[in-house]
């Protein structure tokens, strides 16, 4: 099986293809070949990929207990993944557009991220395992919408200024159209709240399930219940001013979004709450069990002569 390291060259070989796009003429034989050859690299780095993730996901349920257990480094590669795959099917709807180098390096990030976290998982038995794992997807496809939002609203930016300055008639460099890049904003915008949201209550239900309690004034949990109240707020704001035309309010919040999803993010890693065990066994639950087996232990111990 493929190791991280591969498909992150992979992708780093795709990335440098959209840069060299730049030379290229995006129209005739020359352009029709160029995204073809950008095609083919792109799904055999997704491919590449897909085979790490199934191998991973196949290490994670064939343990003694067959449940899910999916660390930190699992929770950036399938985070990678799927911002992989948005960008392959925005290549093949949309080649003729430079939407990879906006997308590229989200994904390159998240795997140089996940390759330096550590692969551990750890088995568990417990009610709680398919809520944490619904808990830990949701918040992976927040977190992959607030980016490809991030991605739409910088190409909007970006193509607003040179309509402005009329470069787009004598340039190679294509980007989406302003309407384009807005729509796709919003639907970013609106699934990352609703994915959050769902990720919320996921893991209510999970602690619930697991402890009989919920920490409501861990840090983690307040970090995820703030970024959610944000995430409705901003889809609030932006709906409410592209309704007056202000195209520029979706881009604006994206953005924000990001960034408070980005620090977010930073700050769970932190806590307790964002340790590596992030979809295994509790620290809690794990000493609770070392403690009853050296108790029994003991207890054999002193019965044998």
Same mark, same amino acid.
């Given at each position: 099986?493929?190791?991280?390291?591969?498909?992150?060259?992979?992708?780093?070989?795709?990335?440098?293809?959209?840069?060299?796009?730049?030379?290229?003429?995006?129209?005739?034989?020359?352009?029709?070949?160029?995204?073809?050859?950008?095609?083919?690299?792109?799904?055999?780095?997704?491919?590449?990929?897909?085979?790490?993730?199934?191998?991973?996901?196949?290490?994670?349920?064939?343990?003694?207990?067959?449940?899910?257990?999916?660390?930190?480094?699992?929770?950036?590669?399938?985070?990678?993944?799927?911002?992989?795959?948005?960008?392959?099917?925005?290549?093949?709807?949309?080649?003729?557009?430079?939407?990879?180098?906006?997308?590229?390096?989200?994904?390159?990030?998240?795997?140089?991220?996940?390759?330096?976290?550590?692969?551990?998982?750890?088995?568990?038995?417990?009610?709680?395992?398919?809520?944490?794992?619904?808990?830990?997807?949701?918040?992976?496809?927040?977190?992959?919408?607030?980016?490809?939002?991030?991605?739409?609203?910088?190409?909007?930016?970006?193509?607003?200024?040179?309509?402005?300055?009329?470069?787009?008639?004598?340039?190679?460099?294509?980007? #989406? =159209?302003? %309407?384009?890049?807005? /729509?796709?904003? @919003?639907?970013? *915008?609106?699934?990352?709240?609703? $994915?959050? +949201?769902?990720?919320?209550?996921?893991?209510?239900?999970?602690?619930?399930?697991?402890?009989?309690?919920?920490?409501?004034?861990?840090?983690?949990?307040?970090?995820?219940?703030?970024?959610?109240?944000?995430?409705?707020?901003?889809?609030?704001?932006?709906?409410?001013?592209?309704?007056?035309?202000?195209?520029?309010?979706?881009?604006?919040?994206?953005?924000?979004?990001?960034?408070?999803?980005?620090?977010?993010?930073?700050?769970?890693?932190?806590?307790?709450?964002?340790?590596?065990?992030?979809?295994? #066994? =509790?620290? %809690?639950?794990?000493? /609770?069990?070392? @403690?009853?087996? *050296?108790?029994?232990?003991?207890? $054999?111990? +002193?019965?044998?002569?």
């Amino acid at each position: 099986m493929p190791n991280a390291t591969c498909f992150l060259i992979a992708y780093s070989v795709v990335f440098v293809l959209e840069l060299a796009r730049w030379r290229i003429p995006s129209t005739g034989k020359i352009g029709w070949w160029t995204r073809v050859i950008l095609v083919a690299a792109a799904s055999v780095s997704l491919f590449t990929h897909t085979l790490y993730l199934l191998d991973r996901i196949f290490l994670a349920t064939s343990g003694t207990n067959s449940t899910w257990a999916i660390s930190w480094h699992d929770w950036g590669i399938l985070s990678a993944w799927t911002l992989a795959v948005a960008y392959g099917w925005l290549l093949i709807r949309r080649s003729e557009n430079w939407i990879g180098i906006f997308v590229l390096p989200f994904v390159l990030m998240l795997v140089g991220v996940a390759i330096i976290l550590s692969p551990k998982t750890l088995g568990s038995a417990n009610s709680a395992t398919g809520w944490r794992l619904l808990h830990g997807i949701a918040m992976m496809g927040g977190t992959m919408l607030v980016s490809l939002g991030f991605a739409m609203a910088t190409m909007y930016f970006l193509q607003a200024w040179r309509l402005k300055n009329k470069l787009t008639s004598r340039s190679r460099f294509q980007l #989406p =159209s302003l %309407e384009y890049s807005q /729509s796709y904003g @919003r639907i970013c *915008l609106l699934g990352s709240a609703a $994915s959050i +949201g769902f990720g919320m209550v996921s893991g209510v239900i999970m602690n619930l399930t697991r402890d009989g309690r919920v920490e409501w004034l861990d840090r983690g949990i307040l970090f995820s219940a703030g970024l959610f109240v944000w995430l409705v707020i901003a889809s609030a704001i932006q709906w409410q001013l592209s309704r007056r035309g202000s195209g520029d309010a979706t881009a604006w919040m994206n953005i924000l979004s990001f960034l408070i999803v980005a620090a977010a993010v930073a700050l769970v890693l932190s806590t307790p709450h964002g340790g590596n065990k992030m979809f295994g #066994p =509790s620290d %809690e639950g794990q000493t /609770s069990v070392n @403690r009853d087996l *050296l108790i029994e232990a003991s207890s $054999s111990e +002193g019965k044998n002569p």
